[in-house]
Structures are given as structure tokens and as C-alpha cells.
């Protein structure tokens, strides 16, 4: 089955305790990237991955690192949480179909992070 | 810099009935795709339809179409035959048309709710 998976789903943290979100897709995808969903906002993007060792910032990418040294992974790291970044993060993958518009934009379940 | 605005926050209609979103952007492109996201209580995105701008005629996918308006940059979404499980957040979203950019900008989001 084609999916996108993250993890952990669901995290309470305190702040400045560094972690990680995971994510892997199974679809062969060259595009990865993370959104961030917070009410009154909408989706906002952090970060994405063309390709392996491909990555860059999004619209709000104070706060988070990535990397992708397998083209199947694409993890978002919180160095130094802090209670803004509490919220729901997406990954999502698509393979370069999409970009010519025809394919899909995967999304993973979620991640809700809460930073106390 | 794209702008997606969706102005109505909330929205409730009974079962059966026909709603329509409404979804307004800002763009100085020429070619693009146009998205409507739902998003149900599991948090999963899903894809509902897609639109290309350089298309005239709108997209429909069984009860859901579109009203895609380019010159006034109106996208919005008709549900007709309304059912509870269209109960959901529902998000416009854009994305230019040329290859490597797989970014889309997503609205603030309409809360859907079909009343039985």
C-alpha cells in the first residue's frame, strides 16, 4: 500500500528537549516536504527535499532542521522546541508527476506536538 | 508571493442540501493548479479535486465541482447531495505550474459540518 508514515502521532515535550519527527514514504517520491497546521492559519510549509541531499527552506523554517540522505526519509528535527512550535505537522511526498500536474501530493496522518 | 483566502471560517448545511465554499487567491501567474483538500476528524488529507488553470472547463468528481473563475481568481467548491461524511475541514490550495516547484499555499480552511 502507497503511504506516507510518521512518527511519533502524537508527543508532549518540554522545551528545549531536543527530537525528532520522522517520516518515510514507500512511493519512490523525489519531492518531501513538512507543513505545519495551526487554527486560523491553514497549512504553512517548513521545509522541503527535491531529491536526496536536495533540501530547503519553506515559509517558516525558524526552528527546524531536515535532511535526506535516503530518498525514502525525510526527518524534521526540533533542535530546541519551545511552546511556539506547538502544532500539527504533515509530511507529505509526490513524485515529479506532480509537478506537471497530473500524480498526487501524499500526505502522512500527522504528527500533533505539544511543547510545554 | 501566492495568497489563498478562504473567507468563510464556518459553514453548516443539512444532509441532502448543495453547499458551496468559496476560495479566492492572488497570483501573478499564468499557469497554475488549483486544489480542494478535506480534511475529516482522523486529520488525514485528503485530495477532493484538481483544477488547471489553462483549463476553462471546470473539474467535477461525482457530487463535488468546481466554479473556477480565472480573471476574478475565484476557485470555489460545490458539493451537491451533501453527506455526513462530507463533515470535515476543507482547504484551497495553489501550486504554480512549472516543474520543481511542489509547493502549495493553502487557505485558512472552511469547517464543514452536515447536520442530519
Known amino acids: 500500500e502507497a503511504q506516507v508514515t510518521q512518527n511519533p502521532r502524537y508527543l508532549i515535550t518540554v522545551t528545549g528537549k531536543k527530537l525528532t519527527v520522522t517520516c518515510s514514504q514507500n512511493?519512490?517520491?523525489?519531492?518531501m516536504s513538512w507543513y505545519r497546521q495551526d487554527p486560523g492559519l491553514g497549512l504553512r510549509q517548513i521545509y522541503y527535499?527535491?531529491?536526496?541531499?536536495?533540501?530547503d527552506k519553506g515559509d517558516v523554517p525558524e526552528g527546524y532542521k531536515v535532511s535526506r540522505k535516503e530518498k525514502r526519509n525525510f526527518p524534521l528535527i526540533l533542535e530546541s522546541p519551545s511552546p511556539n512550535q506547538t502544532s500539527l505537522y504533515f509530511c507529505?511526498?509526490?513524485?515529479?508527476?506532480?509537478?506537471?500536474?497530473?500524480?498526487?501530493?501524499?500526505f502522512g496522518e500527522g504528527s500533533r506536538l505539544t511543547v510545554l | 508571493a501566492q495568497t489563498v483566502t478562504q473567507s468563510q471560517p464556518e459553514m453548516s448545511v443539512q444532509e441532502a442540501e448543495t453547499v458551496t465554499l468559496s476560495c479566492t487567491y492572488d497570483?501573478?501567474?499564468?499557469?497554475?493548479?488549483l486544489f480542494w483538500y478535506k480534511q475529516p476528524p482522523s486529520r488525514q488529507m485528503i485530495l477532493v479535486i484538481r483544477?488547471?488553470?489553462?483549463?476553462?472547463q471546470n473539474a467535477t468528481e461525482n457530487r463535488f465541482s468546481v466554479n473556477f473563475q480565472k480573471a476574478a481568481k475565484s476557485f470555489s467548491l460545490k458539493i451537491s447531495d451533501s453527506q455526513l461524511g462530507d463533515t470535515a475541514m476543507y482547504f484551497c490550495?495553489?501550486?504554480?505550474?512549472?516543474?520543481?516547484?511542489?509547493?502549495?499555499?493553502f487557505g485558512t480552511g472552511t469547517r464543514l459540518t452536515i447536520i442530519p
Open positions: 512511493m519512490n517520491h523525489e519531492y
Open positions: 527535499s527535491m531529491n536526496v541531499e536536495v533540501t
Open positions: 497570483t501573478s501567474e499564468n499557469n497554475y493548479y
Open positions: 483544477q488547471e488553470a489553462y483549463k476553462q
Open positions: 507529505a511526498s509526490s513524485s515529479q508527476a506532480h509537478s506537471l500536474g497530473t500524480g498526487e501530493l501524499f
Open positions: 490550495a495553489f501550486k504554480p505550474s512549472y516543474f520543481g516547484n511542489e509547493k502549495l499555499t
